[in-house]
């Protein structure tokens, strides 16, 4: 395809649905009020298919929780998600670091969220709990 035919991913409309990633529950009872939570630890199933972190990306979610975030995997989601339009920062609300400042290909623990009020809810989660 030519590159000016092409147009950029918009995600319009995410489900209120949070992703925890591995390490990440400490967080979940800070968000039920306002989100369906699934956390990865308690709530994968070999029976019961639940978002991925691929979810950001067709809109099952509104935002994902991660301890760090491999090059070739979801750090990878979190970039395009980031040129979809959200918010993605570290754990603290930080910008990310520079690629090559990272160890073993990986970023630091991720906050990805689809709108401002999101990355919000999400950083004062994680504020309020040591991870």
Not at 65 to 89: Q, R
């Amino acid at each position: 395809m030519n590159l000016k035919a092409c147009a950029p991913l918009h995600i319009t409309s995410a489900k209120p649905v949070i992703l925890l990633g591995w390490g990440m529950n400490a967080i979940a009872h800070l968000l039920k009020d306002r989100y369906k939570v699934i956390d990865i630890a308690t709530d994968y199933s070999s029976d019961i298919e639940i978002p991925s972190l691929n979810g950001i990306l067709s809109g099952e979610l509104s935002g994902a929780v991660i301890k760090s975030g491999k090059f070739i995997d979801s750090a990878a989601l979190a970039f395009i998600a980031k040129e979809a339009g959200w918010i993605v920062t570290t754990l603290d609300g930080s910008i990310l670091p520079p690629l090559h400042t990272c160890k073993n290909y990986s970023l630091p623990g991720l906050i990805i969220a689809a709108s401002k009020s999101v990355h919000q809810d999400l950083l004062s989660a994680m504020q309020s709990v040591a991870v």
